[in-house]
């Protein structure tokens, strides 16, 4: 059985496990949401299978290395971040409807890497600048402080929902104080991720190209979505923000986060448009 097929079955598993903690949230039913974690829980062990597949497969092919280097391959692992670090998060905070949100992010992204005509699925040779044992670390810690960034994203849009019709209150969802310290706390964990991403990419640029720093499209605006969660925790930790400000800032991050990724492959050119 190949990865890709994996993948396809994964997608719809994740939208159903979505739809599934929806159907909870919403009819309050316990039972419904015990199968969408079971669904969620079948997701991951089913896509690490296909990642673990197509790494094996790349030996095979001669030109093993960790299924981390190309666009498709960063694509899905996103997806799995943001299910990974739902379910860590959900031993704390258990909620039905942050769960439909990771597993519809998951979906959306696993559907656009089985359905874009932009990017190929086939295991390509690693190119020289991606040749080095800093890729596994620094791809991985960015991709889970996306994960938590997306999840903050979600939380945040909650929050504003739920703000925007305080005199009638949207009863059904979460309490506004629930979705700030979730955003917050979410947040924390992944500007330390994030950090971790660019401190080792600095390491792997000068590793690849001997140079720590060279403003590079990506580059610049990694360190641009840095500075927003940097402004973010400052002003959490030191003005005591809360609320509405910090939510339309998560927001805002987010938006960054989406444009250092995607904004280098569609929008910009440089060193790093083949991620």
Known sequence: MSDTFIISI???????AAFSYLISFVFRKKPVAFIALALTVLGIIAQTSAFIIRWIHSYKLGIGHIPLANFYESVTFFSW????????MGVRYKNSLIGALANLFAFILLAYASLSGDMSSQIQPLVP???SNWLTIHVISCFLGYACFAISFGTSVLYLIRQRFKKNPVNFLPEPEFLDEVTYKMISIGFVLLTLGIITGAA??????GRYWGWDPKETWSLITWLIYAAFLHARLVRGWKGTKMSLLSIFGFLAVVFTYLGVNYVLSGLHSYL
Do not use: R
């Open 10 to 16: 994964v997608t719809f598993i994740y939208f159903a």
């Open 81 to 88: 971040s943001i299910i990974f670090i739902y379910l860590v």
């Open 129 to 131: 600048a991606l040749q």
């Open 204 to 209: 792997w640029a000068d590793h690849a190209w």
